[in-house]
């Protein structure tokens, strides 16, 4: 399992990936989620991938090898969603019965967002059938992987207007309560901030078990939830017992 989270927001895009790919007391694999793609000042496309890492690994290789025409002269990232769609169903079909006859499922799942010359930043979400939805005001997000723990605070602070550099740790807090809760989600991290007003450059940042950034940022954090929690009232009481109660 893994953990992958990015958002498009009305300032740019943030993209954050874990990399572990086997967890247990004695089976813990590590293997980066996040493929960024440039093309001079034409493009940048960001990959971020859950699932089964032979199918994943093999539907990014495609979107090179066979489809890298297409893909990297697209004029649109919603084509390159297509692209990206088409060789996840290739491995399906070439892969796909085998998989069953092992009992195993087809499990994959990306998230494709970045920037192409002539359109603004855009962002999606492609499911392992290789159908996908775009992302807008009412969904700023998209998670793949092990998403139920980082969800909350998702919700709670991501804004169309959040700037970036919030959006980023609100993410980075996101993962780190997976992380806390999940052990098939873990470091290092890679993140990626990109900007709509600098469509040439972005910002990246790799984290590990060393980084005194983030190791600051989860103190803190950890720190205000308890001092918050401290300040809550007790609870009030009913003063009698309930008349649901029964008795024999």
């Avoid at 874990?18 to 000042?41: E, L």
């Avoid at 093999?58 to 969603?81: M, N, P, Q």
Wanted: net charge neutral; hydrophobic share 35%.
């Amino acid at each position: 399992m893994t953990y992958c989270v990015a958002a498009k927001l009305s300032a740019g895009l943030v993209l954050l990936s874990d990399s572990r790919t086997n967890a247990g007391v004695d089976d813990i694999s590590i293997t980066k989620k996040m493929s960024i793609y440039k093309k001079k000042n034409d493009r940048t496309i960001f990959i971020l991938c859950a699932g089964n890492l032979a199918i994943t690994q093999s539907v990014k290789t495609l979107l090179i090898d066979s489809k890298g025409k297409r893909f990297w002269e697209a004029s649109s990232l919603y084509t390159v969603a297509e692209v990206v769609g088409n060789c996840i169903r290739e491995v399906r079909k070439r892969d796909g019965k085998h998989l069953s006859q092992e009992g195993l499922e087809f499990n994959c799942s990306f998230i494709l967002g970045g920037h192409i010359l002539g359109e603004e930043p855009r962002l999606f979400k492609i499911y392992s059938a290789g159908n996908f939805i775009e992302s807008d005001e009412d969904s700023l997000y998209f998670q793949i992987g092990e998403s139920k723990y980082g969800k909350p605070i998702l919700d709670r602070v991501l804004t169309n207007d959040i700037s970036l550099e919030a959006a980023a740790k609100c993410m980075l807090l996101s993962m780190d309560s997976t992380i806390r809760s999940n052990i098939s989600v873990g470091l290092p991290l890679d993140m990626c901030l990109y900007e709509k007003e600098s469509p040439n450059n972005f910002k990246h940042k790799h984290l590990n078990k060393k980084d005194k950034c983030y190791e600051k940022l989860k103190s803190i954090w950890s720190a205000h939830l308890k001092e918050g929690f401290n300040k809550l009232e007790n609870i009030e009481w009913d003063d009698g017992p309930s008349s649901d109660i029964k008795h024999p």
